[in-house]
């Protein structure tokens, strides 16, 4: 680049791409799958009138434009469904099983834990089935002493 050549601005590329990502971020609470395609994002406004996005699987709450900056991927935003809509399947379900709303609701727990539970096994399929032992005699490390 010559003295005349004016720098490129990468900072306000960053800043434009932020800005379009921030405005094609929903703007109705609900739950979301986001761009990615992979990743859902529960937003919602708090008591206080504040926007909060909670990321499925991360314990951290996050704004519309720490969500923005994060957005990668091609796919729109797909609404999922709304705290309205998942109140309703609650109770319809607790109506159908007797009325026990506070059953459902540990079932449902139940059933979330159960994927979870689904998702690291499915991770650790991948991985090495190097027994423990050997895996820590090659790092030197003394079971007996943990």
């Known amino acids: 680049m010559g003295d005349d050549e004016p ?17 094609a971020a929903p703007t109705e609470p609900g739950v979301y799958k986001m761009p990615c395609g992979e990743c859902v994002v529960d937003f919602f406004i ?3 009138g504040e926007e909060r996005w909670l990321v499925a699987g991360d314990e951290r709450s996050y704004t519309r434009e720490t969500v923005a900056i994060a957005r990668h991927g091609d796919h729109p935003w797909e609404r999922l469904y709304t705290l309205a809509d998942a109140a309703r399947e609650v109770a319809r ?4 099983n007797g009325g026990d ?10 059933a979330i834990d159960d994927r979870e539970v689904e998702r690291v096994v ?15 005699a090659r790092f030197g490390v003394d079971l007996d002493d943990l």
């Open 7 to 23: 720098a490129f601005d990468w900072e306000g590329v960053i800043r434009e791409m932020i800005t379009r990502a921030t405005e």
């Open 122 to 136: 499915r991770e650790r399929d991948g991985m090495s089935g190097e027994p423990l032992e050997d895996l820590a």
């Open 93 to 96: 379900v607790a109506a159908a």
């Open 46 to 48: 708090t008591a206080e």
């Open 101 to 110: 709303i506070d059953r459902v609701l540990e079932e449902l727990v139940e």
